[in-house]
């Protein structure tokens, strides 16, 4: 965004005009002036100002039609109107239709100069907010969650049958698969997107302080309580509250979440009086809360209450056919991250990355990748750049990678060409690069060895 502010000004006075704008300009501004509302509304329509500072008694289009021009097309500029007799019902009149202020003739211009000031920051300040939220939609969008599995495209067809429904979801899924990027996608991309997303992890807040930051607490209800202080899911008002690691929360506030999921208030902590209260509820666990519901560690009738809308995010072991997508996705992000330059992955990286089973999903390959960028000196990731228990997955394996068949099939003379590749390689390494060595190894006759090195372009 440009530094320098931008002025309309509009007045039908000459002198006026010439004086306020050389004195603006004198403050570092860029002021355009023109005499009558008509030029004003042609200037709104296809440039863009910080503020409008207006008469509001002109020939034709008066300040007042200016002002409504400026909120019916929700523009990001703030107007000041200028009035030579200012009474009571000019001034609500002015501030009902929206103005930022209005100042009276003769003008003040030391008076002018700081309405001006805060007119800017106020429009700037709304347009940087505007600009966050933007990019924060950007980053929870559902191309955001990589995959092109069956199994992580039926979690997208689940999502968007949801996003403009406020009922209850329950995310299920072990750790690093993704559970909270899934909630902010739901609600970023539904009709609560502008109103707050507020997420909690019960598990990481004692039993004993969790009710007061879910529910909030009045002063003096217990010791510490200094001042009132609203709770999550007051200020998720309107918005989504994330529950992660529901599983976690003791039994005795299980029944305090389950009246306020059936009443829709809350009461805080030390309060009698009830807040009533809109927000919608997704949860998340990675354990098991039917089995928790059998040992009676968790509600019965608050599970189903929760479950309304399961969500199943599957383990990146039960698609590995997205690991390619994942692995380049965060290589990409993370050498952007970093100021690198795009590094690759090699073939044998990638079969390693294939091969692992991923006990930490997607957050353990995220934080590999990191790892692999931040230790590398080389234009590309290989195995010796991957932590030891991947790198070491193809030498346990024999160099062999794992297979698995996709839905939508293989190639498989490039596959085959791979395995020679690699089988070929492990013999070379064995034999110390002695080709009749390695093709005894391989149990082949030297010439078959050195023909398929040369039609691989091995050196």
Avoid at 85 to 100: C, I, L, S, W, Y
Avoid at 249 to 274: N, Y
Wanted: proline fraction near 5%; hydrophobic fraction near 40%; include cysteine.
């Amino acid at each position: 965004m440009d530094n320098i502010a931008r002025i309309l000004f509009i007045d039908d006075d000459p002198g006026s005009r010439e004086s306020l704008t050389l004195l603006l300009e004198l403050e570092g501004y860029q002021v355009e002036a023109v005499a009558v509302g008509e030029d004003a509304i042609e200037l709104l329509s296809r440039k863009s100002y910080d503020v409008v500072i207006t008469d509001l008694f002109l020939p034709g289009v008066s300040g007042i039609d200016i002002l409504k021009y400026v909120k019916e097309h929700s523009l990001p500029c703030n107007v000041i109107l200028i009035t030579g007799n200012a009474t009571a019902e000019t001034a609500v009149k002015a501030m009902k239709e929206g103005a930022f202020d209005y100042i009276t003739k003769p003008l003040n211009f030391e008076e002018l100069k700081v309405l001006v000031t805060k007119a800017v920051e106020k429009t700037r300040l709304v347009a940087e907010n505007l600009y966050l939220r933007q990019q924060l939609r950007g980053k929870y969008k559902f191309d955001n969650i990589i995959g092109n599995s069956p199994a992580i495209q039926q979690v997208f067809s689940r999502m968007e049958k949801i996003l403009h429904t406020d009922s209850t979801v329950l995310i299920l899924g072990a750790s690093g698969t993704g559970k909270e990027l899934v909630a902010r996608a739901i609600h970023f991309n539904g009709s609560r997107k502008e109103k707050p997303f507020i997420p909690i992890n019960c598990g990481a807040i004692p039993g004993e302080l969790l009710e007061s930051e879910l529910f909030g607490h009045i002063r003096g209800s217990f010791t510490g309580a200094v001042a009132d202080k609203p709770g999550k899911f007051e200020l998720a008002n309107h918005g989504t509250i994330f529950l992660d690691e529901i599983g976690t929360m003791p039994l005795h506030l299980q029944m305090k979440l389950l009246r306020v999921l059936q009443e829709q208030e809350i009461e805080r902590v030390g309060s009698t009086h009830p807040t009533k209260l809109d927000v919608r509820v997704i949860s998340a666990t990675n354990t098991d809360l039917e089995e928790k519901v059998r040992l009676g560690e968790f509600r019965e009738d608050l599970y189903y209450r929760l479950n309304v809308i399961p969500i199943p995010l599957p383990p990146l072991q039960k698609r590995r056919e997205d690991i390619p997508l994942l692995a380049k996705h965060f290589l990409r992000k993370i050498c952007m991250d970093m100021h690198r330059p795009l590094l690759d992955l090699t073939l044998d990286a990638i079969r390693a990355l294939e091969s692992y089973e991923w006990p930490g999903n997607v957050r353990e390959m995220e934080n590999a990748i990191e790892r692999a960028v931040a230790l590398t000196d080389s234009n590309v990731i290989d195995l010796q750049d991957l932590p030891p228990q991947i790198g070491n997955v193809s030498q346990e394996n024999g160099h062999l990678p794992t297979l698995h068949i996709p839905d939508e099939g293989l190639n498989m003379a490039e596959t085959v060409a791979y395995i020679e590749q690699t089988l070929i390689k492990q013999a070379m390494d064995k034999s110390s690069n002695v080709k009749a060595r390695a093709a005894n190894l391989l149990k082949i006759n030297r010439t078959t060895l050195v023909e398929k090195i040369k039609r691989y372009g091995m050196n």
